[in-house]
């Protein structure tokens, strides 16, 4: 086996003691041909004894385990991106650390399936769902056994988009630094647009094919806390919605027609989730932005989706009902 490290294994923790160990466990236990490396990167945990834990593993395993702390919080996104910015392997995955690989030939069967097709750039997996009750669930229910992907799947709406756990990228991009555009939205609106499976699965389509198996090569925990898990539906559409601005963008609007649409389908499930009055007319800050962003974007389309039916007038009293909301307690 040669010394050089064809893999990164990318595990972002915060106070995520209680499940680090299984973690980093599940990696220790891959048998593989080649060599890799897992970089452990710490958001400044500080309600637990993550940073203890951290150390005594990297102590523990010295050649396979780099770690990476920070002196203040700076959230998934940036977290994630120190890591990537030194990572320079030819493949590269991620792992969170309160999930967990149960097939400990994963990476193996990922490296030797993008060593032998070139023009892919990513090999993915199903995953287990657990819930916080230890009830679990598939997380694609699909009776596909084997298929594959590009972008005209995802512009078709015909694709399988899985999650982190179960992710294998080729490094085509962060081989070569931090895109500008993922870069910049680190302090804005659009950093929640490049954090999770979603942006990394479509960052890599851009330059290649997808592989999928359908077997269920590890453990995603679901828990009530998590970043997405916590959020609304009103707060979640209108994410998703800021999402597909930004990777149109990505995309160099090259399919500016399809990502304009799925802004809209989101945007619109957003407002419904209000007007049916199932949700508080609430959100943060940022999630305000993002209402104004798109909103004001929508109203400049000269040429709108046949489906473009707004009642401006509604998501005007609405926009004007939350910017009040906000004014009051002194967010905005």
Not at 43 to 51: A, F, L, P, Q, V
């Amino acid at each position: 086996m040669s010394n050089k490290k064809e893999l990164t294994i990318i595990m972002s923790c915060y106070n995520q003691a209680l499940y680090i160990e299984k973690a980093v466990d599940s990696v220790l236990m891959q048998e593989t041909n080649f060599n890799w490396e897992l970089i452990i990167t710490d958001d400044h945990s500080t309600k637990d004894n993550s940073i203890e834990i951290i150390n005594k593993l990297q102590a523990e395993n010295s050649q396979k385990i780099k770690i990476l702390l920070s002196e203040h919080n700076g959230g998934y996104l940036e977290n994630v991106l120190r890591a990537k910015n030194i990572t320079k392997t030819k493949y590269f995955c991620l792992l969170d650390a309160d999930d967990y690989w149960i097939d400990k030939h994963y990476l193996q069967k990922a490296f030797d399936f993008l060593e032998s097709h070139k023009d892919f750039t990513i090999y993915s997996t199903n995953v287990k769902c657990l819930y916080e009750d230890n009830n679990e669930e598939t997380y694609i229910k699909t009776h596909i056994k084997s298929t594959n992907f590009d972008i005209n799947n995802f512009l078709n709406n015909n694709i399988i988009i899985p999650q982190t756990t179960g992710s294998f990228f080729r490094n085509i991009i962060f081989a070569n630094g931090i895109p500008k555009q993922m870069l910049n939205s680190k302090n804005s609106i659009s950093k929640y647009s490049f954090e999770g499976d979603f942006a990394r699965y479509l960052m890599h389509l851009k330059y290649g094919k997808a592989h999928f198996e359908n077997y269920n090569s590890g453990v995603y925990r679901i828990l009530s806390n998590g970043i997405w898990n916590k959020r609304t539906k009103f707060e979640q559409n209108l994410l998703m919605a800021q999402f597909m601005y930004d990777f149109n963008k990505y995309f160099d609007y090259n399919y500016d027609k399809f990502f304009t649409q799925k802004m809209l389908e989101y945007y619109n499930q957003g407002l419904e989730s209000i007007t049916n009055k199932n949700e508080e007319l609430n959100c943060s800050k940022e999630i305000y932005k993002i209402f104004e962003n798109i909103y004001n974007y929508l109203r400049k389309i000269k040429n709108k989706p046949k489906k473009l039916n707004f009642k401006y007038s509604i998501i005007l009293k609405l926009y004007n009902a939350l910017k009040q909301k906000l004014i009051k307690k002194n967010i905005i």
